[in-house]
Each structure stands twice: as structure tokens, then as C-alpha cells.
């Protein structure tokens, strides 16, 4: 037996999926497994003309980076496929008949060249043109032609589309489970187009027949598809089916709270606004990723949860398993959710310092590889333990610790100032004899000799060891410096000081 409870998220590959999306498709997701439920990936690509390549990539593997797992859809799983609407193109002409027999839709034979006229004529006269229970009164359709011409038009290959039939002063009233009772007014509501010229459905019809054989029974979808809700609750009155619960989630606003968050805004404002990097193969554009900037998917995913939703409580840190514990539609919000890309930073700071130093470590691995650094992870975990608390992304690792891994080339002239004195080489040149005859290669013992080597020549603590920091490092940053010395091991550390020496003249 199917469970009563499925949830589906239903893109449409007409380019990548905004973060906004992927909070949709995680809310679907985290009722769906809160209820014990199904959750199913359809995707809705009716629409020949705004087909994008790699954008159903794309989408399915934004999810999979997120570890939003679907258990139907184009992975080959589930009792209910195709789940390509283009491949399921056969079945929705039937579904359409249907509509005109009971009499809810009817073909329209006008051309679009007609209707463009029509709708420029009002404009002139600062009207707007709706096809509606009004106009299709004196247009070209099969409301206002006899059968026999319907006939004769249909037999002589007419192109025609099959138009809904929005019923006159009635009001729909609905019950959105965000924003409660939702009531309409037909009169406000245009007969849309349910079977294109092109032998296609379009969205609405193809959404609602597939939500239906699909037994889908949660439509949680963004705000913008409100407005045709009232459409596709006459669509199920209409087939005499019935509809499933529907959830309308809040926009997402820019950081400034004003405003739909929109693609082109975040790498204007310097955040990405998409999951994962995208190339526009047509305007040639590109857009940063969550992923690629280095951010972890935990932390994403806990960001968008809360970017709608909160649990009622002081709580920020959730992992997957405890928001599909914590969820629940009631606790989403009806206003905007304004996104704040400095919350975004501190999450993910939060599960860097979560990770084991070996993950980290394994990271940063990769990125010194691209510099040409070869390390072996034990021994970068070294590092990784001293820089960690310093970073938001293991992409910082690098500014916190590139003096590990390469010598100075030149120094921080301001610490030179302040730091290199006259006989500063002189106690340099002195440590380096010591360093150089030290029986032992560790940071404490290293230390030691340093201190000594100060407290017998009654000098001055910070003096010595600053100095020394910036023979070593070049500035006067890092963390703990015979952590460094150690690390870079005798032969690094002599060379490094007697470079010092000789360029601080
Ligand atoms: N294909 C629609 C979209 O791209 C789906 C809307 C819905 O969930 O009904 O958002």
C-alpha cells in the first residue's frame, strides 16, 4: 500500500534553482519524512520553449549536495512514473477531453494575432485585456460557434487551444495550511489556456493531473503560485477529485528586507544566491555557488530552514534529523523572510569547528595540492588544529597559515620597524647556533632554549621572540610560534632566520 502522505517538488528545468527553491524542495522534504511519508521528484518541463540544458542536472544535484534524498522520481524509483512530464505527454490530451465533455473548458480558435490586436486596442484606451467569462463572449471559440462550425474548423485542421472555463460570479474559497482561508472571485480570474496549439498542456493542467495520479496530498510551492491556487481548486472541482492540502511559503527578501532576493542580487551584494556555481550557456553569465564559495551543505540547509520556519525555541543548530523532528507548516511564517548572508557565515563557522581535524585536514589537502603543496594529512592535521578556530570556511585556512608551508620572501615593513633593532641580528644569529646544535626538534623544548638563552642575557622577552616570529613568518601574525619552527622543520628554520639576517640590514 502507498503511504497517504506524499510530497513532491516540482521544478521546471528552465535554469538553476534559487536558494528559494531549494527551500522548497527541503520543506516538501522535511514533512514528508516527519510524516512518515513519500517524497517525490516531478519534473515539470512542459514548456518546450524555456527549456534549459543541465538545468534538471543541475537541480538534482543541488539536492543531492544538500542530502535532500527523493524516494520516487527520475532516479527510477516509484510505482508512479514517467516522472518527466515530457514523457508523459500522451496522457494529458485525454484529460483535457474530458474538461470540454463536462462542459468546464472549450477550444478557442482565436489567433494570437487577433488577441494582440485586441489587447493593443484597449491598451490605447488604458484598458487591459483578459479572456475571461466577459470577452469570451464575442470571441472565437466553442462557447459562441455552433457545434457544426466547431466541427468543420476542427476537421479542417484549425489550430485552436483548449481554454478553461472560469464559472461566473462565484467566489472559491480555499484553506492555505500558512495563511488559512483563502477566498477568490471568479470574476477576478482569466480563462487560462490548458492545451497548447503544440499539442503540449500547459503548467496547470499537466500540475494538477499529475498531483492527482501522483496521489500527491501536500502542495507546499512559493508565494508566486498563489494566484493560480484558485485555478487549480476549480481544476479538481472540475475533474471531481479531490484536492490535496496546500501551503504557500513566504518570498525570501534581500538583506536590506525590502524586496523579492533576486538571482543577479547576490553576487552584487557579494553572497551566492544559488546552491551550487552556474554557467549561463545563453547570456553567458555566471553566478557563484554555496558549494563552490566553500561552504558546507549542513550549514546551507540549516540556514534555509530557518529562513521561513522556527522551531519556537532559542535553538539554531539543527541537523537534518532533528528539523524533520522540529518541523511543521505551523510554524511557518506568512511575511517575507529577509536573508541575512552574515547568519550564513556564522552556521557555517559553526560546523567547520564541528568537523574532525582530519576532514579538515583531508580539505585542505585539496587546495594546498592546487598550489603545488604536497602534505601528508597527519601532519597538515597539525595545522588544521591551530587555525581552525581562527576560520569560516577551510578557505581561510590558507591566509591563517601560508608560513608553514613557504618561507618569507619579504617582511611586513611596519613589524620591521617596530621589531628589527639594531642588535636584533646579533641575537638572531646567537638562537640559530642554538636551534642548530639542539639535540631535540620540539616546540617546547625549542621554546626552552629561547627562553634560557634570553634569561641569561637578561634581554628583553617580547623583543627576542618578536623579532624571532618575524624572521620566521615574515610578519608579525600566527599562532604559536614554536608550533611553526617545529613544524617547518631545523633545516627551514635555520635558512629562514639566516634570510632575516641578511635582507633586515
Ligand atoms: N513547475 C512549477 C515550478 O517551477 C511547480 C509549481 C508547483 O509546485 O505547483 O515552480
Redesign the pocket.
Known amino acids: 500500500m502507498t503511504s497517504p502522505i506524499r510530497l ?5 528545468p ?1 535554469g538553476p534553482l534559487h536558494m528559494g ?1 531549494v527551500r ?1 524542495a527541503l520543506y516538501n522534504y522535511l514533512l514528508a519524512k516527519k510524516l512518515n511519508g513519500k517524497f517525490i521528484l516531478r519534473i ?1 518541463d512542459t514548456d518546450q520553449t524555456r527549456f534549459v540544458s543541465g538545468a534538471e542536472e543541475y537541480i538534482k544535484e543541488s539536492l543531492a549536495w544538500c542530502g535532500i534524498e527523493f524516494d520516487e522520481g527520475t532516479n527510477g524509483k516509484g510505482e508512479f512514473g514517467p516522472y518527466r512530464q515530457s514523457e508523459r505527454k500522451e496522457l494529458y490530451r485525454n484529460y483535457a477531453d474530458q474538461l470540454i465533455e463536462r462542459g468546464w473548458a472549450y477550444y478557442a480558435f482565436d489567433s494570437s494575432e487577433k488577441l494582440n490586436t485586441i489587447r493593443l486596442e484597449l491598451e490605447a484606451k488604458n484598458e487591459v485585456f483578459i479572456y475571461n467569462a466577459e470577452s469570451r463572449k464575442q470571441l472565437d471559440n466553442s462557447l459562441t460557434l455552433s457545434l457544426q462550425e466547431v466541427e468543420e474548423k476542427l476537421k479542417a485542421g484549425e489550430a485552436y487551444v483548449i481554454r478553461f472555463k472560469i464559472p461566473e460570479g462565484e467566489e472559491v474559497i480555499f484553506t492555505d495550511l500558512i495563511r488559512g482561508e483563502v477566498s477568490v472571485k471568479t470574476a477576478t480570474l482569466d480563462d487560462k489556456v490548458l492545451f497548447k496549439s503544440d499539442g503540449m498542456p500547459t ?1 496547470h493542467l499537466a ?1 494538477i493531473v499529475d498531483d492527482h495520479l501522483m496521489q500527491i496530498s501536500h ?1 507546499i ?2 508565494e508566486e ?1 498563489l494566484p ?1 491556487a484558485p485555478l487549480h481548486v476549480l481544476l479538481y472541482r472540475a475533474f471531481d477529485w479531490e484536492a490535496p492540502a496546500f501551503a504557500h511559503l513566504p518570498i525570501i527578501l534581500k538583506p536590506i528586507g525590502k524586496g523579492k532576493l533576486s538571482k543577479r542580487d547576490g553576487d552584487k551584494m557579494g553572497f551566492p544566491v544559488f546552491p551550487l556555481k552556474w554557467n549561463d550557456s545563453i547570456s553567458g553569465e555566471s553566478f557563484s555557488g554555496y558549494r563552490e564559495e566553500g561552504y558546507f551543505p549542513e550549514a546551507f540547509v540549516n540556514m534555509l530552514a530557518l529562513l521561513g520556519w522556527n522551531p519556537g525555541t532559542e535553538k539554531e543548530i539543527f541537523s537534518m534529523d532533528e528539523l524533520i523532528e522540529a518541523f511543521s507548516l505551523e510554524r511557518v511564517g506568512k511575511s517575507g523572510s529577509k536573508f541575512d548572508p552574515e547568519k550564513t557565515k556564522w552556521f557555517n563557522q559553526h560546523y567547520l569547528r564541528t568537523k574532525s581535524t582530519k576532514e579538515l585536514a583531508a580539505l585542505f589537502q585539496l587546495q594546498l595540492q592546487e598550489k603545488n603543496i604536497q602534505i601528508e594529512i597527519e601532519k597538515l592535521g597539525e595545522v588544521v588544529e591551530l587555525v581552525k578556530e581562527r576560520a569560516v570556511f577551510v578557505k581561510d585556512f590558507w591566509e591563517h597559515s601560508y608560513f608553514f608551508f613557504q618561507s618569507p620572501q619579504e617582511f611586513n615593513p611596519q613589524v620591521v620597524k617596530k621589531r628589527w633593532k639594531e642588535n636584533t641580528a646579533g641575537f638572531m644569529a646567537d638562537l640559530k647556533e642554538l636551534f642548530a646544535t639542539s639535540p631535540k626538534w620540539e616546540s617546547e623544548y625549542l621554546h626552552d632554549v629561547a627562553a634560557d638563552y634570553i634569561q641569561k642575557n637578561e634581554l628583553g622577552f617580547g623583543m627576542v621572540m618578536n623579532a624571532l616570529r618575524l624572521a620566521i613568518v615574515g610578519d608579525g601574525i600566527g599562532p604559536d610560534l614554536f608550533k611553526i619552527i617545529a613544524f617547518i622543520g631545523k633545516e627551514d628554520c635555520l635558512n629562514r632566520i639566516d634570510f632575516a639576517i641578511s635582507t633586515l640590514k
Open positions: 513532491r517538488f516540482a521544478p521546471s528552465t527553491g522548497t515539470e503548467y500540475n502542495v510551492r512559493g503560485w493560480s
